[in-house]
């Protein structure tokens, strides 16, 4: 099928309620953006990743790899992998908000029903809600940093923590209520900034630590491959982890595009290069703290904090109270003002949705996920790509594989068209989600027999599986394809283009 509605609004046309738009399905926040009000090229898209990249999270996933044993080298292999892997679904759900101008919660209507688009847009906002306390944590602690910096009577205030959390959680709110441009204005002007202040840090420890030579010869404790193998895997997985939700919500991005092909090249080229180079300095750093400090310091907040000089001390706060408010405004705030906004679009404005964001924010206890590096890591990345993974399978397959890249735009909005489904639900895209989330989790379930006392060929199996949560992402990414794929091929919509 093929007409004007399975076409991006061109230049010229109004962002106003499409014919037949239902009034829980449409706001002017979830519109589709036409042509002429796109404003984002190549430059802004790689002032996206660059900013997305210099943050703390970033900075953690490479120190939690120096943390648990790996080299420098093994360490930037892996970064690298993860992030050229994690490109390709990035790139891939790009593409519809590039083309149409639509959201991640309305792009996901197609393949999970006009209603059941809210199961893939929640999960993705919750998992956002988390990001954005442990980004706020980790800034409200840099906040606290700068005050301390200032007038070092302050460390001796119990509340000084919490008053710094309140005060970094505000300045959030007040960025993204201030609109997207503010947020495109903010990024465009820090980028180029935060990576040079990086760069100092990175000079800090390559002079404390007398050169790169001593900072990068500390050993691997792992060392058979049979050792570095499996946590090789664990961490590839929290890598590709790390973006695996805003390779769901790229789209609420994209949209802004001018053209395809600035997205595609601003992402392409500044992703891997940007992630790698922040993600080195994390290592070097780390790497320097075992010789500076006798201990390997994943934390920047205490890096920072132990550089001695108050000035300096100040500095680096101020570069990571700003870089951790790029970061989680763009990637943290946006995507789930939108997904809220997606559940009751005539009464949840994309402000209220991003107010709702932030209170959860509030609510996530950041500072459990943030104890130790295994938390981190296994606990959080990697608990919960085994929810997102299967997401992505069901997105990709549907828009490239079943629908060849085409959607009805119009009925994205509405009740009773192409994308109603059972109800609103497309039941084989929920089926094809639990059954990759069922797949990725099965480790967990089998991992009490592997403990003596059950036959060995039972625990020889939970073993297994418990070792295959390592690849959560890629199990469920690649059972809820296949499974949605196999059930839709028996599905021809008799409207579907």
Known sequence: MSSDADQPLQKGENVSSPAGAHGRLWNKDLAAVPMDRRTWGTYNYAALWTTLSVNVATYLVASSMIAAGMSWKQAIFTILVGHLIVLVPILLNAHAGAKFGIPFPVYARASFGVLGSNIPALLRGLVACGWFGIQSWIGGQAVNGMIVALFPSWQDVPAGPMLGFLA??????????????????????????????????????????????????????????????????????????????????????????????????????????????????????????????????????????????????FVASGALILATLNVNVTANVVSPANDFSNLWPSRISFKRGAIIACVLGLAIQPWKLLATYGNFLKGWLVGYSSVLGPIAGVLIADYFVIRKTNLVLNDLY????????????????????????????????????????????????????????????????????????????????????
């Open 168 to 313: 970094f959680w505000s300045l959030n709110l007040f960025v993204v209520l201030r609109g997207i441009e503010t947020i495109r204005f903010l990024q465009g002007v820090s980028a180029p900034i935060l990576m040079v202040i990086s760069l100092a840090l990175l000079g800090w420890a390559h002079v404390k630590a007398g050169g790169f030579g001593p900072m990068l010869s500390i050993p691997s404790k792992f060392q058979t491959f049979g050792e570095f193998f499996p946590f090789f895997a664990l961490a590839l997985t929290g890598v590709v982890a790390h973006w695996a939700a805003i390779a769901l919500n790229i789209s609420d991005f994209t949209r802004y595009a001018k053209s395809q092909r600035q997205q595609f090249v601003g992402q392409m080229v500044s992703l891997p290069i940007t992630m790698t180079v922040y993600s080195f300095i994390g290592i070097a750093v780390t790497s320097a703290t075992i010789i500076i400090f006798g201990e390997a310091i994943w934390d920047p907040v205490i890096v920072i904090s132990r550089l001695g000089h108050p000035v300096a001390v």
């Open 414 to 497: 509405k009740r009773g068209g192409v994308y109603e489904y059972t109800r609103g639900v497309n039941v084989r895209a929920v089926i094809a989600f639990v059954s990759g989330v069922a797949a990725a989790l099965s480790g967990l379930a089998f991992r009490p027999f592997a403990a003596e006392g059950y036959s060995p060929a039972l625990r020889a199996l939970a073993s297994f599986l418990y070792g295959a949560f390592n690849y959560a992402w890629f199990v469920g990414f690649g059972v809820s394809f296949i499974v949605y794929l196999v059930l839709m091929r028996s599905r021809r919509p008799t409207a579907a283009p």
